[in-house]
């Protein structure tokens, strides 16, 4: 059965620096989705993107993050410059329309 | 979205079936109500969703009311694997949201042996 696939599985890296996160949705999906976990608390949306644009973002998604799609299969969720609190497990998720979701195994990211 | 509402905690005995509660009282008329359910730290997982009729697949049955104001999860027969966080979120599937989930605190659901 397809799945989302995301890398690395864990990311350590000091505060400050940029970190790419990678997702490889499921193959014929159109819409494509970022969320985030700090420990302990609920999974929180950050941004949609379909047609290779963003079609919405919370207000957590601030000029410090960007999506990009920059081939046929990759999406990927760059930090330009981490923060402590930017501590958290990222999750990727596809759909092929706006209904059930599909979720990848997360991106633990630890900032330093 | 509307909100929702469920338990914080539920237990259940193994093999026995597991009921879990949602209340949605100010669900819209094109909103789903769907269910994900997340097992330690790893990615949410879909389970099922509805609109208005009872829905059933091979992994639970979705029991929504008359009024769409609740609805109840049902796993027939739940085993120790089961044990997870669950979450029901009212989805304007289709709309304006893009697609957006909105995540609240969920049920733990713990089965016991």
């Known amino acids: 059965e397809p799945e989302v696939t995301q890398t690395p599985s864990h990311q350590v890296t000091q505060m400050g620096q940029e970190v790419i996160l990678r997702c490889v949705p499921i193959?014929?999906?159109?819409?494509f989705y970022w969320y985030r976990q700090i420990l302990g608390q609920k999974v929180e949306f950050l941004v949609s993107f379909y047609n290779n644009e963003i079609s919405e973002k919370s207000e957590i998604f601030d000029d410090q993050f960007s999506v990009e799609r920059p081939d046929g299969s990759n999406f990927t969720l760059k930090i330009r410059s981490t923060k402590l609190e930017d501590s958290a497990m990222y999750f990727c998720a596809s759909n092929p329309d706006r209904g059930e979701q599909y979720f990848g195994p997360g991106t633990r990211l630890t900032v330093t | 979205d509307a909100k929702t509402t469920q338990p914080p905690s539920m237990d259940c005995a193994e093999g026995r079936a597991a009921n879990l509660p949602c209340n949605h009282s100010?669900?819209?008329?094109?909103?789903?109500v769907y269910w994900y359910r997340q097992i330690h730290s790893q990615g949410p997982q879909y389970i099922i969703h509805g609109l208005k009729n009872n829905e059933t697949n091979e992994m639970a049955s979705l029991i929504i009311t008359e009024d769409r104001k609740s609805s109840t999860l049902i796993l027939p027969h739940a085993t120790l694997r089961d044990t997870a966080v669950y979450y029901c979120?009212?989805?304007?599937?289709?709309?304006?949201?893009?697609?957006?989930?909105?995540f609240g605190q969920g049920t733990i659901l713990t089965v016991h042996p």
């Open positions: 979120i009212a989805d304007n599937a289709g709309g304006t949201s893009y697609g957006k989930l909105t």
């Open positions: 193959s014929n999906h159109l819409y």
């Open positions: 100010t669900i819209s008329g094109n909103e789903y």
